[in-house]
């Protein structure tokens, strides 16, 4: 289910003018549904060198997925066909789970409020938690 894109090795997706990169990818990116598509456009680029092809997927790119998905994304996995994320809403509050369902697309946000990484990282891992 991922679809392909073209990265700066200093970061950021080649935006639709082929020109610029973009810190986030968004739908304004260039975006291919197979390696060779993307490798086509590559081999047109002046400095082919200084990008890399990348897959994007609901694991690596989750609030491309998920636009309800909000926050600084710290980990993700997969698991009974949902994404699980380590979410910070915002710089310095409390982390949080939030489930993704791949099918539905929704976003649900675990009431649990965790203080520090380490005791989110810990429910994470051992997935301890009601889906």
């Not at 990008?51 to 694991?59: F, G, H, N, S």
């Not at 926050?71 to 915002?90: D, F, S």
Request: proline share 4%; glycine share 6%; charged share 25%.
């Amino acid at each position: 289910m991922g679809i392909f894109a073209l990265q700066s090795i200093a970061g950021g997706f080649l935006d639709e003018d082929l020109k610029h990169f973009n810190k986030v990818f968004d739908d304004w990116c260039v975006q291919f549904d197979s390696l060779e598509d993307a490798q086509l456009i590559l081999d047109t680029l002046e400095q082919p060198d200084t990008v890399k092809i990348v897959e994007i997927t609901p694991l690596s790119y989750p609030k491309y997925f998920f636009p309800k998905l909000q926050g600084i994304i710290h980990a993700t996995r997969e698991y009974e066909g949902k994404i699980i994320c380590i979410v910070e809403p915002q710089m310095g509050m409390s982390f949080r789970i939030a489930v993704c369902d791949m099918k539905t697309k929704k976003v649900r946000m675990l009431r649990t409020r965790y203080k520090s990484a380490q005791s989110v990282e810990g429910v994470f891992a051992n997935l301890s938690f009601e889906l």
